[in-house]
Each structure stands twice: as C-alpha cells, then as structure tokens.
C-alpha cells in the first residue's frame, strides 16, 4: 500500500524567509508525484508533476524536486500570500488513483 | 475552460436524510474522481468514473453512498440515511485520459449533518 507522509505539520515563516516543504513516500513504482495548494474551504489547486528523480519544476517563488524517496517543494522569499496547505499526492503502478498526504500547514507573516 | 464546478457549496442536513451532490467536470475531460476530506486530512478517494463507467470504488466506501456519471459528462452523489460522521468536504476532480494523470478539483460541498 503507498504510503504519503509530509513534514511539518505546520510551519510558520516571516515574509521573504525561504524554506522547504518536504514529502517522502512508498510506494511500488512510482508513476507521478503531485503538489496542490489548498486554501481554507477550497478545493485543491494543481501546481506540479513530477515524474522521475532528479526533475524539477518551478513556478514562481516555488520549486519542487524530486528524489527516490521524496520530494521537497522550496518557497523562496514567501509572501503573505503563499499562506495555505500544500498538499504531495502519488500515483503508482497501474492505478489512477492518488494517494494524498496530510498537508502542510503554512503561514507567511508580513 | 470554465473549471470543475459542484453544487451545493454548503448543505446543511439532519440525519437520516438523504443528500445529493453535482459535479460538472471540464468538458473534455473523461475521468471523474470524488473524493472526501475531513479537517486536517487530505483527500480520501471514494470513486471514480471513466466516461460513464465506475471504475473503481473504496472498500471503505458504504453502501449508503451511491454515484453516477449517467452520460458521461456530470456525476452525481448521493448519501442515504445521513450520519453525523458523513460531515465533511466532498470534493470532485477530473481529469482528461492519458494526459500526465494530474486531477483538477472543484470548490467542493462542504457537508454539515446535525
């Protein structure tokens, strides 16, 4: 069964202060890996696939990676406005359906 | 492209009462996904839908819930006999086939049952 375990929880950071989001998983051939941005009583946006190590995808202030077991979203220079939850989901092997994790928190302080 | 669109935003029912949702996925898109979500969870997938055939249901997934995609095009969901414990967001997604498997949400319906 795959597994989706993202870390922190909760992170709070000042505006312009960079930092990284992490995602690692389990999973039996990993077909897709997938950033969302949630804000309250919303769905989720779409922000990126990845699909192999080593792949990077970028969109304004973030950037997601990608590795065998994880993936990292970086935020670099936050603003108020990047506050929500983000939200890593995989797809594996012949499936179509995602497995989502539990998000991460963030907030940006001005 | 005018998104995935659900209706009711917000349903507010008693228990034991039956509800229905509506999902309009983007219109070319042939899969169909309906998914729940509680306060600090992520999505939990229910069912999903390839033109008008359900594919796939969770096991945990009772029998009080019931989906259809009659045409292929909107889907609706139904929950029978309400319980307090169905609180929560209902979310859709759609997708279009063999296209980098990536889902886009609706809003959802955000489901309060007293």
């Known amino acids: 069964e795959d597994q989706v375990t993202q870390s922190p929880e909760a992170l709070r950071l000042q505006e312009g202060e960079s930092s990284s989001l992490n995602c690692s998983y389990t999973?039996?051939?990993?077909?897709?890996l997938f950033w969302y941005r949630q804000d309250p009583g919303k769905g989720p946006e779409f922000l990126f696939t990845?699909?192999?190590a080593g792949e990077e995808k970028e969109k304004e202030r973030l950037k997601a990676t990608l590795t065998k077991k994880e993936s990292f979203l970086h935020i670099t220079a936050p603003k108020p406005e990047d506050s929500a939850t983000y939200l890593c989901?995989?797809?594996?092997?012949?499936?179509?359906?995602?497995?989502f994790g539990r998000g991460t928190s963030l907030i940006v302080h001005p | 492209d005018t998104g995935v669109s659900q209706d009711p935003r917000h349903k507010i029912t008693k228990r034991g009462q039956n509800v229905t949702f509506r999902c309009d996925p983007i219109?070319?898109?042939?899969?169909l996904y309906w998914y729940r979500q509680t306060l600090g969870q992520g999505p939990e997938f229910l069912t999903y839908?390839?033109?008008?055939?359900?594919?796939?249901k969770s096991r945990l997934l009772s029998d009080r819930f019931s989906a259809e995609r009659p045409k292929g095009s909107f889907s609706t969901l139904e929950i029978q006999r309400t319980e307090q414990g169905d609180s929560a967001m209902y979310l859709c997604?759609?997708?279009?086939?063999?296209?980098?498997?990536?889902?886009?949400f609706g809003p959802g319906t955000r489901l309060t049952v007293t």
């Open positions: 990845l699909y192999s």
């Open positions: 219109s070319e898109h042939n899969r």
């Open positions: 989901a995989v797809l594996s092997g012949g499936s179509y359906i995602p497995t």
């Open positions: 839908f390839q033109n008008e055939a359900q594919l796939e």
């Open positions: 997604a759609s997708s279009l086939r063999d296209h980098s498997y990536e889902q886009y």
């Open positions: 999973v039996s051939g990993l077909r897709g």
